[in-house]
Structures are given as C-alpha cells and as structure tokens.
C-alpha cells in the first residue's frame, strides 16, 4: 500500500481514538446535569434545561463516540456466517459493506450540513421553553459522522490491503 494511505488509516485512527477517549467523559457531565435536575426539582424550582442538556449531552456522547466504537469493532455483526469466513472473504464482504455505509454516512452528513447551514442562517431555536439554538448540536452531529466517514475510509484501506496481501 502506498505509504500515504498507511499513513491516512493511522492518523484517522489515532484522531478517532483520541475523541472517542474524550466522549466518555461526557457521561459524567451528564449525570452532573441529571443530579442538578433531581436536587433543582426536589429543593429549588426545577429546571427548563436540564432536560434538554441531558439530551444535547447524550448526543454528542454517541456521535462523537461513533467513530471509536466502529475502530473497536464495538459495532453488531451479523456473526452466523462471518465467524466462519477466511480473513480474505471477510475483507471482501466488509469492502462491499462499508461502501453501502461511506455512501449511507455521507448522505447524512450532506443532510446534516444542509440543516446546520440552514440554523445558523436563521438562528434556529429549540420549541422548548429554555429555546437553545440549534446549530451547536448539529455541528457536533455532522463533526462525528464526518469521523465516522474517516474512519469507513480507513476500513476500506485495511481491506484493500489485506486483499493484496497486505497488513496495515
């Protein structure tokens, strides 16, 4: 393989690891939010945003986590017959499939942008009562299916790769 792709799977999965690592965190700053919430509701006047935060929190939690989960193979698998495959034709079958998945993520992440562009234009606003804008979340959620995409592409190297005979 061409040095620069060895080089490409490397820094995605590197930069991938490196997010992935830093979303888990995010769980914590979720259940601070969900404590705020229950201490608010059970001696102050609850709070309109605990909610939603919760909500923005966990999304980014998975979005930005997206990418590590799929390099750690967190993801499911149909395993009846692929356990059962050689390397090679497990390689061929993910080549096929992560296309499917490049394509399906970028037609997301075109969606995505779309949507961001739009709130930012217009200063998109929840419906809620604490009404936060909109564009921050959405630029988290293109930010990791843009990564998930990197790290599709990167699969598909390591595949091609192996196909040749090649290790990554």
């Given at each position: 393989?061409?040095?620069?792709?060895?080089?490409?799977?490397?820094?995605?999965?590197?930069?991938?690891?490196?997010?992935?690592?830093?979303?888990?965190?995010?769980?914590?700053?979720?259940?601070?939010?969900?404590?705020?919430?229950?201490?608010?509701?059970?001696?102050?006047?609850?709070?309109?945003?605990?909610?939603?935060?919760?909500?923005?929190?966990?999304?980014?939690?998975?979005?930005?986590?997206?990418?590590?989960a799929l390099q750690?193979?967190?993801?499911?698998?149909?395993?009846?017959?692929?356990?059962?495959?050689?390397?090679?034709?497990?390689?061929?079958?993910?080549?096929?499939?992560?296309?499917?998945?490049?394509?399906?993520?970028?037609?997301?992440?075109?969606?995505?942008?779309?949507?961001?562009?739009?709130a930012?234009?217009?200063g998109?606003?929840?419906?809620?009562?604490?009404?936060?804008?909109?564009?921050?979340?959405?630029?988290?959620?293109?930010?990791?299916?843009?990564?998930m995409?990197?790290?599709?592409?990167?699969?598909?190297?390591?595949?091609?790769?192996?196909?040749?005979?090649?290790?990554?």
């Open positions: 393989m061409p040095r620069v792709l060895i080089l490409y799977v490397r820094w995605v999965e590197a930069l991938n690891y490196r997010i992935g690592r830093l979303a888990m965190y995010l769980l914590f700053v979720l259940g601070g939010v969900l404590l705020w919430s229950i201490i608010a509701k059970a001696f102050f006047r609850p709070s309109l945003w605990t909610q939603e935060m919760a909500q923005f929190t966990m999304v980014g939690y998975f979005v930005l986590g997206g990418a590590y750690l193979g967190a993801n499911v698998r149909m395993d009846l017959l692929y356990s059962r495959w050689s390397l090679r034709r497990r390689a061929m079958v993910d080549a096929v499939t992560v296309l499917a998945m490049i394509f399906f993520l970028s037609v997301v992440l075109y969606g995505g942008i779309d949507s961001t562009l739009y930012l234009e217009i998109e606003r929840s419906r809620t009562v604490w009404r936060p804008y909109m564009a921050p979340i959405k630029i988290i959620i293109c930010t990791g299916v843009f990564l995409i990197l790290q599709s592409v990167a699969f598909l190297i390591r595949d091609i790769a192996l196909l040749r005979g090649e290790k990554i």
